[in-house]
Nanobody, 123 residues
Framework: QVQLVESGGGLVQPGSSLKLSCTAS????????IGWFRQAPGKEREGVSC????????VYADSVKGRFTISRDNAKNTVWLQMTSLKPEDTAVYYC????????????????WGQGTQVTVSS
């Protein structure tokens, strides 16, 4: 059974850091592009950061450039999203997603999705 499980969300103050994890089971991430997406209440799901199969193409949304870092370890079947200098506008449910071979950072491109983890940034 193909499954992606996110973890690491929580309630933090502005300026704090969080590291989200996405672990795959039922398949190996070696041949998959991985994306982190988020959805705030009343808003559409948007791409935050995506990493290609060979790590040669990494994309960040303008709103998170310089603050978020995506990384992967195929041996651990895990992808991370390191988030620093968090802002209240980063509050959302964060999802990881996978697609075989393809790249890009559009939600419609991704086939497998996790259940999401809540990130709340508030003082």
């Amino acid at each position: 059974q193909v499954q992606l499980v996110e973890s690491g969300g929580g309630l933090v103050q502005p300026g704090s850091s969080l590291k989200l994890s996405c672990t795959a089971s039922g398949f190996t991430l070696d041949y998959y592009a991985i994306g982190w997406f988020r959805q705030a209440p009343g808003k559409e799901r948007e791409g935050v950061s995506c990493i290609s199969v060979n790590d040669d193409n990494i994309v960040y949304a303008d709103s998170v450039k310089g603050r978020f870092t995506i990384s992967r370890d195929n041996a651990k079947n895990t992808v991370w999203l390191q988030m620093t200098s968090l802002k209240p506008e980063d509050t959302a449910v964060y999802y990881c997603a996978a697609v075989f071979h393809s790249g890009g950072c559009e939600t419609s491109q991704y086939d497998y999705w996790g259940q999401g983890t809540q990130v709340t940034v508030s003082s």
